[in-house]
């Protein structure tokens, strides 16, 4: 079968090649899966330079999410051969069978395309634990989303406009703005750049962002720091910008705010039966079509190093899918 390779570790991909490999052989407690679509996330173009919190040793299969049908499961499962799935692993999604442990896959919602599944699962569930599961998003509050041309970013407007928040979209990119009020539909597209509190103040009336969503860290998290409301929540997503941003702690003590870390899929491990209510929220939005991933392109297998790259070079609105042939 075809697989994406991570040879060695490399700044430009260099280690990286599209090769035929053996099938992988299904374990006990996984789930053989034919994969149809797989999206790409900025934890997989970390990996291939050993940049992510979690390092595999090469050689090994990238790709950590997919949505595809299963080909062979364990009897007690809950998955038979034929369903509809999506979900993934830490690695092995960008090839075209996968073997995914049982607990990583969940079935897909009635409605969505092999493309919009593989879109939407990793993104929703991290908005949704970060914005619901542990900010408590309530209607009418003020969130504020940073990278919100990303993955997680778009999907974080997404979710909380459906689930009735005022949202303000922040980028670092003027030339994304339209896109990003076309595709998220916030109530406001922000330039986080410099000083953007005087921005956030004067959409929210004076009274800053109940909730302000991070996955960029570096400068945004610290001008982010004065623009969360008295009692409200930072969260702590991710670092695109390279830069882990530190916090003396009389801020939020004096601000009367809380800094909160985010890592949806530990969480979603560690307290399965939550993780398991966030994915069942997260469907019962989809089949409703109150939320739907953006997907910027959707490219064959064969031309992945277009997508990692415009992912390297911040060009993208929305995710990159990759649809197998056959
Ligand atoms: N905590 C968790 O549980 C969790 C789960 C999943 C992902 N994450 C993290 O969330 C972050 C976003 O992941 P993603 O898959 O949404 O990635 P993505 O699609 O590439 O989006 C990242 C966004 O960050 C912004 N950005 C700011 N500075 C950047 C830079 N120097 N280079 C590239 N992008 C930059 C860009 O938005 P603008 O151009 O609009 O500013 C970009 O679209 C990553 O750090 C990832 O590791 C965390």
Redesign the pocket.
Known sequence: MKALRVNRLSDDLSGVALEDIAEPERAPGEVLVRVRAAS????D??MTRGE?QFKPEPPFTSGLELAGEVIAADPDSGFTPGDRVMGGNKTGAFAEVASIPARGLSPMPDGLSFAQAAAMG??YS?AY??LVELCGLRDGQWVLV??????????ACDLARALGARVI?????EA?REA?AVQAKPDHVIL?EGRFREAVSDLTGGALAEIVFD????D?FDESTRCVAFGGKLV???????RIAEIATNIPLIKGFSVV???????ARRFPQRGAAINAAVRDLAEAGRISPAIDRVLSLENWREGFEA????E????VVFEMAG
Not at 146 to 155: M, Q
Not at 311 to 314: E, Q, S
């Open positions: 790409l996330n900025y934890p173009l970390l992510y990793a993104a991290t634990t970060g940073h990278g919100a041309s990303g993955g997680v970013g778009l999907a979209a922040a980028t670092g990119v994304k990003i986080a996955p960029v860290g570096g945004v702590v997503v991710g670092f695109t910008s390279g870390g985010l890592r949806a899929g530990e969480y992912m390297a070079r911040r993208l609105v929305g995710k």
